[in-house]
């Protein structure tokens, strides 16, 4: 019964994986900016669902709302103030990159500062486990995160494939001068992609706040699953994310069964490895020439 | 003629007032904080800090030294490396005779530069047992993890019926040390350590610990880990099944774990600290702490509290005596007079550093910790305080 446990463990971390994950590589695949923040986005939704819903006690609804709108808000907002000008300064990938990090560590203070250094949780009966099987517990939140993933991926495949904004998008991923010809913007269509690649992020972080708890610093973890996750499905391909954090949370927690646990952290990172050694272009991303 | 003579003496007066003047701020004493101030941990760093501060303030008031006593932090985020770093900073560039530091794993990184440069470090949060063997400039506040542990497991098992422990403890010196002493006082008290379950220090995810933890069917769960990480721990091994009674040591009194639901009925250790003392100094903390952050001071605080206290006795004593405040000086002072008035107990500093202390058994109950035992003065020979409060 250890291995359908760690299976349904796995199926919870994986789903949580793939929804900060996909946030991340939407960004990254379609505007090319190296979004280190995104783990900052993640913390100031969560801390912010928390303070609405645990602190002021307004419900899960205003609570949610209020966290998509600081996630949108502050996504949009780093795209147009920071990136967009360096962007337009000739600010080269790595100026983006080390600007996005230090405005990570910039949030993580002001979380710190504002929020407070210790951990915090929302509790909740939902993340209570109930003996299913003897031996074999499920919370009714790995329900949630499981159809949440769903119903967040099933959305931006719609997005990405039937609307114009979503078409426009992936042209804007394919080639971002060519797409000028067409009449887009692609200073405007950058916002959208942070904008819905921010959104992305807050489900999980609602989730993180109800089953493991936030502090200020998990920015920091929250970026490393992204990127091992964008990395392992392939750059730019939200399928390859969700596999990919699936993928990634399973082995995690599988692992457990044979190796300590202090190793099952590391486990990820020899997936990553394996990829880049061997598909260096992941799951479902292109093989590239240079 | 008149014109140079006064701008002689104008020259003259001068030198005078910044000779005086400088000799004044000469009497100005800076001692180091190497606290995490981000990261996991940072909560520790404020509540450390808090203790640390209040002594200053407390010594400044009171003009216990020529000149003014004051901190300059270093973050060490709770990282052997980044605690280097700053430790470095402090002696090197802060020129700080005296430097305040927590974790195991810090004080370890550390403590051979200390002893290099002769500079003294206090430890009031790590609790490794071997912070007992760091040199002669490496000091302790805080009763080091065996003292806890060997309180514990012979309370848990005699007391309770709780013989067979399960541990998660985390992967670094003060992980491995719980490791080693939990299942020596287990076994010399009739209990037995069944297993054991290592995690790295940035994990965040024990589902799948939970799983295993309850795979052993174990009476009683011991969680060795700090800050963020141990709620973490407790938290999901709750939501994960783990309904078998949680323990740990020291750790524990922090409000991220006090305030979890699920740690509510956990035990934990923490010295003794005895309110009723009736001195002046443990009366001023208590109100003065009270009034300031609005609830009643910690062990972690009292701790270092006491060591900025120290500092202040052995540096108003060396000045007395026209000595400079030096590591090396601070040392021989506190090898002359070891006995201190801390708050809440009466201390002697042992040869190797260490202060002792009594310790008690707490219940975490509706998001304070409660003390269902108190282990008796005898086992901690050293200090010698008599009652023992609930924990806050």
Known sequence: MLYAQLFVNGLQTGALYALIAAGFSLIFGMTRVFHAAHGATFTLAGFMFYEIHTVLQWGWLAATLGALVVAAIFGVLVDRWIYNVIRRHEGS????????????????NVVAIVFGRGLVTVSTPLSRSVEWLPGLYVAPITGIVLVCALLCFLALQWLLTRTDVGIALRALGENADLIQVYGLTPRRLSQYAFLIGSVLVVPAAILTASTSGLNSAMGHHIMLISIAATIVGGVGSLRGAAVAGMLLGMAENLSLAWIDP?????????????????????VYGKAVVS | MQTSTVRVVRAMAASVFFVSASSAWAQDLVIGGLFPQSGNNAEYGQIFSSGANLAVEHINADKKLKGTLSIVYEDSQALPMQGVIGVNKLI??????????????????????????????????????????????FWNTIPLINLEVRTLAPYMVKERNLKRFALVYVDDALGQAVRKELGEALKSSGGELIDS??????????????????????????????????????KQLRDNGVTQPLASYSAFTIASVLALPEADGAFYTSQQVNWDKGDAITKRVLADYKEKYNKAPSPYVLNYYNAVYAFGELAAQLQKEGKPVTGENLLAQRRKSPNFEFVGATVKFADDGTVSAPIQVNQIEKGAGKMVYAAPAAAAPAAAPAAAPAAK
């Open chain 1, 93 to 108: 990938f790595f100026t983006l990159f080390v600007a996005s990090f230090g405005l990570a560590i910039v949030v993580q």
């Open chain 1, 262 to 282: 202090q190793w099952s952290e590391a486990v990820t990172f020899v997936v990553l490895f394996l990829f880049i050694l061997f598909r260096p272009g992941g």
């Open chain 2, 92 to 137: 090197n560039v802060n020129k700080t005779p005296f430097v305040l530091t927590g974790f195991t794993g810090v004080s370890k990184a550390i403590a051979p530069i200390a002893a290099r440069t002769k500079t003294v470090v206090v430890n009031g949060g790590g609790v490794g047992p071997d912070l007992a063997d760091l040199g002669e400039y």
């Open chain 2, 197 to 234: 379950f290592s995690v790295p220090v940035t994990a965040q995810q024990f589902a799948g610990i939970a799983a295993r933890v309850r795979d052993t069917k174990p009476d009683a769960v011991y969680i060795a880990s700090y800050g963020g990480q141990q709620a973490q721990i407790a």
